[in-house]
């Protein structure tokens, strides 16, 4: 569970930001889009693998895991966090666990003007995972699943059912022998 935010911790209105970051209205630390590796150290990876790992463990506990006080790693917690390198600690669920066990990706172009009407579209159809805007032969790449191939047909015919989209062309996913992962660059960002 994300730890609550004291009035004195980093990216709370009440602290300045980092150096080399801005602020948003809300007072929140912004991080420049590019650049060195100001974001991470040793530690920040030690514990960001740790909460990768087991995602339900409290701070003292890390602390004793990782041999520093827990006022430090609250305040990397809240630090991470601030920066964006910490988003969320949701749990991770497997959509085919869930009854969708078919997977696609569908490259879609769109008319010019219609991006925003089309990502609104996308946004309200519960079985597009990720979308993003690409460069080359598409505008946007989508992630789709599909309770099968049949019902990928109807969640096809959903997505590109709106007057902004042009064309569509659907790859499905055979097999995922590499799954999304993030602590093998953790780990070299905070090596660097």
Same mark, same amino acid.
């Not at 100001?38 to 003292?60: C, F, K, N, T, W």
């Not at 010019?112 to 690409?134: C, K, S, Y």
């Given at each position: 569970?994300?730890?609550?935010?004291?009035?004195?911790?980093?990216?709370?209105?009440?602290?300045?930001?980092?150096?080399?970051?801005?602020?948003? @209205?809300?007072?929140?630390?912004?991080?420049?889009?590019?650049?060195?590796?100001?974001?991470?150290?040793?530690?920040?990876?030690?514990?960001?693998?740790?909460?990768?790992?087991? @995602?339900?463990?409290?701070?003292?506990?890390?602390?004793?895991?990782?041999?520093?006080?827990?006022?430090?790693?609250?305040?990397?917690?809240?630090?991470?966090?601030?920066?964006?390198?910490?988003?969320?600690?949701?749990?991770?669920?497997?959509?085919?666990?869930?009854?969708?066990?078919?997977?696609?990706?569908?490259?879609?172009?769109?008319?010019?003007?219609?991006?925003?009407?089309?990502?609104? $579209?996308?946004?309200?159809?519960?079985?597009?995972?990720?979308? $993003?805007?690409?460069?080359?032969?598409?505008?946007?790449?989508?992630?789709?699943?599909?309770?099968?191939? %049949?019902?990928?047909?109807?969640?096809?015919?959903?997505?590109?059912?709106?007057?902004?989209?042009?064309?569509?062309?659907?790859?499905?996913?055979?097999?995922?022998?590499?799954?999304?992962?993030?602590?093998?660059?953790?780990?070299?960002?905070? %090596?660097?």
């Amino acid at each position: 569970m994300p730890p609550a935010q004291s009035p004195s911790s980093p990216g709370s209105p009440d602290s300045p930001a980092p150096q080399g970051t801005s602020t948003t @209205p809300q007072g929140t630390p912004t991080s420049p889009a590019a650049g060195g590796n100001d974001s991470i150290d040793a530690l920040d990876g030690r514990l960001i693998r740790l909460l990768a790992e087991e @995602p339900r463990i409290g701070v003292l506990e890390c602390s004793r895991r990782l041999q520093v006080a827990r006022g430090t790693v609250q305040a990397r917690l809240d630090r991470l966090q601030a920066k964006g390198v910490i988003s969320g600690f949701g749990p991770e669920v497997d959509p085919a666990a869930i009854g969708y066990p078919v997977t696609a990706f569908a490259t879609l172009e769109i008319s010019q003007g219609q991006g925003a009407d089309v990502r609104a $579209h996308l946004a309200r159809v519960p079985e597009v995972l990720e979308l $993003h805007t690409i460069t080359g032969i598409g505008d946007m790449l989508v992630r789709i699943v599909a309770r099968s191939n %049949a019902d990928l047909q109807r969640v096809i015919d959903r997505v590109v059912g709106f007057d902004g989209i042009v064309r569509s062309s659907t790859a499905i996913v055979l097999e995922n022998p590499v799954p999304y992962r993030i602590l093998p660059l953790v780990d070299q960002a905070a %090596a660097e």
